[in-house]
């Protein structure tokens, strides 16, 4: 099966709403997580980093790692249109810093 | 500093030609890696090279598809006699080795495949 579990998409959610996505992974991956995300025709780029049991946040999104059950679920509160994109959850999987991308979670935030 | 930069930022080529395509890391990232992107779908890893070690080429799809890294900074993948099913844009990310792991990616190649 696939190392990297996310929720699948589209997402679709009104302005203000609360939005969590998904992520599970392979328990032998290391300790990094990431969360990607990528805008309409642009490069992915990094939304927020973590480790352990370290809860991250940035931009108003949120991460905490759950390394009992290999979860890194990202949230946010309050959604805004300017966060409709694709969303990748990415554990390191070696010492050398490898990242296995998740399928992507399309977020599609309505007015 | 300057980010990761790639050359061309778009190629057509009829099916059958070789083409290159060239990635800039930043200036000190020992780690840089290749992923495909199809229309609409996600990362698909090719090749990735760290440091002095053997590069790790498990994804690459066929033998048509290499990639080289010169003197520890640029990357040059190269995807021989071409076909349609090659055409996506092409991604290159670099990282510092050690503690961040965090990948910087440039804007992409998109190469399409007539």
């Known amino acids: 099966g696939d190392s990297v579990t996310q929720t699948e998409g589209p997402v679709t959610l009104p302005e203000r709403a609360a939005l969590t996505l998904n992520c599970t992974y392979q328990?032998?991956?290391?300790?990094?997580l990431f969360w990607y995300v990528q805008y309409l025709n642009k490069e992915p780029e990094l939304l927020l980093k973590?480790?352990?049991?370290q809860e991250t946040d940035s931009r108003g999104f949120q991460a905490s790692p759950i390394k009992s059950d290999s979860s890194f679920h990202l949230e946010k509160p309050s959604v805004q249109l300017s966060d409709s994109a694709v969303y990748y959850c990415?554990?390191?999987?070696?010492?050398?810093?490898?990242?296995?991308f998740g399928a992507g979670t399309q977020v599609v935030v309505t007015p | 500093g300057a980010g990761v930069s790639q050359s061309p930022s778009n190629k057509v080529t009829e099916k059958g030609k070789d083409v290159e395509l060239r990635c800039d890391p930043i200036?000190?990232?020992?780690?840089l890696y290749w992923y495909r992107q199809s229309l609409g779908q996600g990362l698909e890893f090719l090749i990735y090279?760290?440091?002095?070690?053997?590069?790790?080429k498990s994804g690459l799809p066929s033998d048509r598809f290499s990639a080289e890294r010169t003197g520890g900074s640029v990357s040059t993948l190269t995807i021989q006699r071409t076909q349609q099913e090659d055409s996506a844009v092409y991604l290159c990310?670099?990282?510092?080795?050690?503690?961040?792991?965090?990948?910087?990616f440039g804007p992409g190649t998109r190469l399409t495949v007539t």
């Open positions: 990415a554990p390191g999987t070696d010492s050398w810093g490898k990242l296995q």
């Open positions: 990310a670099s990282s510092s080795s050690g503690t961040s792991y965090e990948q910087y």
């Open positions: 328990s032998s991956y290391s300790t990094f």
């Open positions: 200036s000190g990232h020992t780690a």
């Open positions: 090279f760290q440091g002095n070690s053997a590069p790790d």
């Open positions: 973590s480790s352990e049991n």
